[in-house]
């Protein structure tokens, strides 16, 4: 699976991004698909995923209410939607796909198999 993620940019707070991160083959379905992010200096940390054919649905706490994924079998895309974006949301975003991951491990990185190159997001106070 190769995944291509798009549509990252500078913002002021306040602002809305959404994210998408583009799948190619033809068992999108059958894959977890996730975004993780990474501040400079930072690790990566996970922020949202959805699970195999979208059950189960697993945001990190400090944006819950403000993003939400989702996922479009039909263009094997998956979606972040930034809204109320903060400066502490500035990262490089980066998508991830597993066909192993199981619900419990949907927010843990090394589930996940494939990654996305990463889309710089920037959020200007």
């Known amino acids: 699976v190769q995944l291509q993620a798009c549509g990252g940019g500078l913002v002021q707070a306040g602002d809305s991004l959404r994210l998408a991160c583009a799948a190619s083959g033809r068992t999108f379905r059958s894959y977890a698909m996730a975004w993780f992010r990474q501040a400079s200096g930072k690790d990566r940390e996970f922020i949202a995923a959805?699970?195999?054919?979208?059950?189960?649905?697993v945001y990190k706490d400090t944006v819950k209410g403000r993003f939400t994924i989702s996922r479009d079998n039909a263009k094997n895309t998956v979606y972040l939607q930034m809204n109320n974006l903060k400066p502490e949301d500035t990262a490089v975003y980066y998508c991830?796909?597993?066909?192993?991951?199981?619900?419990?491990?949907?927010?843990?990185?090394?589930?996940?198999?494939?990654w996305g190159q990463g889309t710089q997001v920037t959020v200007s106070s």
């Open positions: 959805t699970g195999r054919n979208g059950a189960g649905l």
């Open positions: 991830a796909a597993g066909n192993r991951v199981i619900t419990s491990s949907l927010a843990t990185m090394a589930a996940y198999d494939f």
